[in-house]
T-cell receptor, first 114, second 109 residues
Framework: DAGITQSPRHKVTETGTPVTLRCHQT?????MYWYRQDPGHGLRLIHY???????DKGEVSDGYSVSRSKTEDFLLTLESATSSQTSVYFC?????????????FGPGTRLTVL | GQNIDQPTEMTATEGAIVQINCTYQ??????LFWYQQHAGEAPTFLSY????GLEEKGRFSSFLSRSKGYSYLLLKELQMKDSASYLC??????????FGTGTRLQVFP
């Protein structure tokens, strides 16, 4: 257990509404990541953070923004949700101080956009 | 481009041995991970290989050949609880973890 929680765990929303997912960690890890997982695709990186206010884009960042104002929280925002963003979203952290250290995943958020 | 290939599905019998293969073509290589993911749950870390050879951890072993762009996960003495998806992932040279689509393993009694 790497001390990662995600909220909400499930959410149903309508197209065009804003949605924010929260990832919270309790152990001051520097690196945090947001992935989405869809059938037929591997886990795909959306955005990642290497410190407070330091974030960068991943492979599938269009339509998503992130913020990290505190070490423990990494927020993922869908400004205007679309049906293509229906997915399971996982937050992850690297336990070590290097970005290539092993990643550990939170429990996930299942998001449905109608 | 980045490409990681794994079989989509495999089946095996309780008590048997199964080998799950992974081939990769990525922009650089800084290590390879195997994760286990039960249905509806988060991926959990199984193993890490960065040098060629076999890493053994209990019933699970992972092998890497960097020259061939190939790895396998070997599961021995299969148990029903080993029914899960197994994800192969490679660190590329931009420090991103690239995942394969996963192999769904079903273990039958």
């Amino acid at each position: 257990d790497a001390g990662i929680t995600q909220s909400p765990r499930h959410k149903v929303t309508e197209t065009g509404t804003p949605v924010t997912l929260r990832c919270h960690q309790t152990e001051n890890h520097r690196y945090m990541y947001w992935y989405r997982q869809d059938p037929g695709h591997g886990l795909r990186l959306i955005h990642y953070s290497y410190g407070v206010k330091d974030t960068d884009k991943g492979e599938v960042s269009d339509g998503y923004s992130v913020s990290r104002s505190k070490t423990e929280d990494f927020l993922l925002t869908l400004e205007s949700a679309t049906s293509s963003q229906t997915s399971v979203y996982f937050c992850a952290i690297s336990l070590g101080t290097d970005s290539t250290d092993t990643q550990y995943f939170g429990p996930g958020t299942r998001l449905t956009v109608l | 481009g980045q490409n990681i290939d794994q079989p989509t599905e495999m089946t095996a019998t309780e008590g048997a041995i199964v080998q799950i293969n992974c081939t990769y073509q990525t922009s650089g290589f800084n290590g390879l991970f195997w994760y286990q993911q039960h249905a509806g749950e988060a991926p959990t870390f199984l193993s890490y290989n960065v040098l060629d050879g076999l890493e053994e951890k209990g019933r699970f072993s992972s092998f890497l050949s960097r020259s061939k762009g190939y790895s396998y996960l070997l599961l021995k003495e299969l148990q029903m609880k080993d029914s899960a998806s197994y994800l192969c992932a490679v660190w590329d040279n931009t420090d991103k973890l690239i995942f394969g689509t996963g192999t769904r393993l079903q273990v039958f009694p």
